[in-house]
């Protein structure tokens, strides 16, 4: 029997992750851990363990005790927070990597997902339709660690067998979890604040178009590239995925259709100019040909069921 550990199970990603794989594989095989203390919900319904993952060997103990076999590893720091200190973002982002994969290599570890992110583009990429194989010259530390961390998976998957697999995430949403410091966030912020306050001021510009994903289309994606068998796997990098694309005005007049009178206003801050170095659109074909990957949510699923279920919340 697989034993799943997800590390980082607190935050925007693991919290909905950790739910699913339990309803999925059974409480008792997954394994959340994470610095502080996760969601009730994850906390309540199976083992937690508090970890921090650059120690590696309480990370080897915690392997060992619940006999994993699988590794998610989500902890990291995003692009906004990583850029503000940006020497301790490349020692997690990396160090945590090297941990797993060399937990791996020494064969204590199956099978290890790791997220890159659309941030391992940057300003001379292709901005529309971005190709898989394309100019990659990122501009942000975190995108830069992420770049790193691609050729490292690959490397160890090369070099070791290592069985690694990832996607480059776009920017995610979802209303069960706060976001941990991406330049995206607004993108779920606004939900909360048009609720609150039925206005919002933006720190992207109006026309910033960015790719985003709706999070149980995230959730299932991670999932199915983890399932898929190994030979459906080709790209042992990252694999390009999309969803959605949109600017905040454009989700701005989505929300106003559904809450008459929200009102969003504008004051772009230093995360501009990161969203700036970004695609606006992703091709993600060879996820598609390769282990079948097919998006369900767009701007218009994304706005009525965030609302719902936020309203629900509240
Ligand atoms: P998050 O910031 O919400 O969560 C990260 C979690 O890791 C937090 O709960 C934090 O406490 C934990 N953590 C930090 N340092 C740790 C340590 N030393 N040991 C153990 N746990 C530690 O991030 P997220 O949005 O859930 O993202 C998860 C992964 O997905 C990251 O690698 C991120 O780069 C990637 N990703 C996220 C998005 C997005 O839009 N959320 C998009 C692209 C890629
Ligand atoms: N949503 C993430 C961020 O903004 C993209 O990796 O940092």
Request: neutral net charge.
């Amino acid at each position: 029997m697989d034993k799943i550990l997800v590390i980082g199970s607190s935050g925007q990603i693991g919290t909905e992750l950790v739910m699913e794989l339990r309803s999925l594989y059974g409480a008792g095989n997954v394994v959340a851990c994470d610095l502080k203390a996760s969601a009730q919900e994850v906390m309540e319904s199976g083992a937690f363990e508090s970890l921090d993952v650059l120690d590696k060997q309480k990370l080897y103990e915690v392997i060992k005790k619940h006999n994993i076999t699988h590794v998610y590893l989500l902890a990291a720091l995003l692009s906004a927070t990583a850029e503000k200190n940006p020497m301790f973002a490349w020692k997690l982002n990396m160090e945590s990597l090297f941990n797993i994969l060399e937990l791996a290599r020494e064969g204590h570890i199956k099978k290890i997902y790791w997220p890159s992110s659309i941030a391992v583009f940057g300003p001379t990429t292709p901005r529309l339709n971005t190709p898989q194989y394309t100019i990659v010259e990122p501009s942000t530390i975190y995108g830069i660690s992420k770049q790193a961390g691609e050729r490292w998976c690959e490397w160890y998957f090369k070099k070791y067998g290592v069985d690694t697999r990832s996607l480059r995430y776009p920017g995610l949403i979802g209303w069960k979890s706060a976001p941990g410091g991406g330049t995206t966030d607004y993108a779920v912020h606004i939900f909360h604040e048009a609720l609150k306050t039925n206005s919002y001021e933006c720190f992207l510009s109006e026309n910033t178009v960015l790719p985003m994903m709706y999070m149980p289309d995230a959730i299932r994606a991670t999932i199915e590239i983890m399932d898929a068998p190994s030979e459906k796997i080709k790209i042992r990098g990252a694999y390009n995925l999309a969803g959605t694309s949109f600017s905040p005005k454009e989700i701005a007049i989505e929300i106003g259709k559904k809450l008459p009178g929200f009102q969003i206003s504008y004051n772009p801050d230093f995360r501009q100019q990161i969203a700036d170095s970004w695609p606006a659109s992703i091709d993600d074909a060879q996820a598609k040909e390769d282990w079948g990957w097919k998006p369900q949510f767009d701007l218009l699923g994304i706005t009525s069921d965030m609302l719902q279920h936020l309203k629900q919340k509240f």
